[in-house]
């Protein structure tokens, strides 16, 4: 059997009852047996500032900073504030940033997912987090896309999904999310493998000049 996946999960809402918590912690019974999912506590990392960054950081943000080093994969929950992304939810993102030369973001895949009573679904908080993963650098899983609208008519106070399309639709999502970590996993695992046409090709790379 393969090997489990580490998946850390960045829940954008700290409130007690939030929608897109739920959907989170359905998300792990709904996840393949080989993918554990394991939520980040952001809301115990003070806000950004560069002042604080010195050898001896909050433990706070170094503890978040570990957990997503050791972390196979990450995703991206959200519910959308404004359009944009919670406040709460980008702090955790500057704090993995930094230092600079030192991001732990950098090359990890990442998913994300938006929610929201309304009816956009949080597009908008979704298309913000990748507009920062561009930049991070993280391999974002594109298709399929998650923006759960209506949610409060989707998943009830125990966190059972009411629908059985949108049960359907997470399963998909999540196992959509496996086979893109293990696929980037195989292919850095190819990249690194030592090439043993690479010293008979070597001195042949000019022979065209
Ligand atoms: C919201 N909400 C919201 N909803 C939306 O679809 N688009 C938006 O831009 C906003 N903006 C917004 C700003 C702020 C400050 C708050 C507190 C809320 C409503 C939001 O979707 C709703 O409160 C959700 O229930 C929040 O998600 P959780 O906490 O249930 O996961």
Same mark, same amino acid.
């Given at each position: 059997?393969?090997?489990?996946?580490?998946?850390?999960?960045?829940?954008?809402?700290?409130?007690?009852?939030?929608?897109?918590?739920?959907?989170?912690?359905?998300?792990?019974?709904?996840?393949?047996?080989?993918?554990?999912?394991?939520?980040?506590?952001?809301?115990?990392?003070?806000?950004?500032?560069?002042?604080?960054?010195?050898?001896?950081?909050?433990?706070?943000?170094?503890?978040?900073?570990?957990?997503?080093?050791?972390?196979?994969?990450?995703?991206?929950?959200? !519910? &959308?504030?404004?359009? #944009?992304?919670?406040?709460? %939810?980008?702090? $955790?993102?500057?704090?993995?940033?930094?230092? /600079?030369? @030192?991001?732990?973001?950098?090359?990890?895949?990442?998913?994300?997912?938006?929610?929201?009573?309304?009816?956009?679904?949080?597009?908008?908080?979704?298309?913000?987090?990748?507009?920062?993963?561009?930049?991070?650098?993280?391999?974002?899983?594109?298709? !399929? &896309?998650?923006?759960? #609208?209506?949610?409060?008519? %989707?998943?009830? $106070?125990?966190?059972?999904?009411?629908?059985? /399309?949108? @049960?359907?639709?997470?399963?998909?999502?999540?196992?959509?999310?496996?086979?893109?970590?293990?696929?980037?996993?195989?292919?850095?695992?190819?990249?690194?493998?030592?090439?043993?046409?690479?010293?008979?090709?070597?001195?042949?790379?000019?022979?065209?000049?």
């Amino acid at each position: 059997m393969d090997a489990q996946l580490r998946v850390i999960a960045l829940v954008g809402s700290l409130r007690r009852e939030s929608y897109t918590q739920r959907v989170v912690l359905a998300l792990k019974d709904l996840a393949p047996e080989t993918m554990a999912i394991e939520v980040a506590s952001i809301g115990s990392l003070s806000l950004y500032n560069e002042d604080d960054d010195t050898d001896a950081p909050p433990p706070p943000w170094q503890a978040f900073r570990n957990q997503v080093r050791r972390a196979d994969g990450v995703l991206f929950a959200t !519910p &959308e504030y404004n359009r #944009s992304i919670p406040g709460a %939810l980008k702090n $955790a993102i500057d704090v993995g940033s930094r230092p /600079a030369g @030192a991001s732990v973001w950098s090359q990890k895949p990442a998913a994300v997912l938006s929610a929201s009573p309304g009816a956009l679904g949080g597009f908008g908080a979704n298309h913000h987090i990748r507009q920062c993963l561009t930049f991070l650098d993280m391999p974002v899983l594109q298709q !399929p &896309e998650a923006y759960l #609208s209506r949610v409060a008519g %989707l998943i009830d $106070a125990d966190g059972r999904i009411t629908s059985s /399309a949108t @049960a359907d639709f997470l399963r998909g999502f999540v196992s959509a999310f496996e086979q893109w970590i293990r696929r980037l996993r195989h292919d850095t695992a190819i990249a690194k493998a030592p090439n043993p046409q690479a010293s008979i090709l070597a001195p042949n790379r000019f022979a065209h000049l």
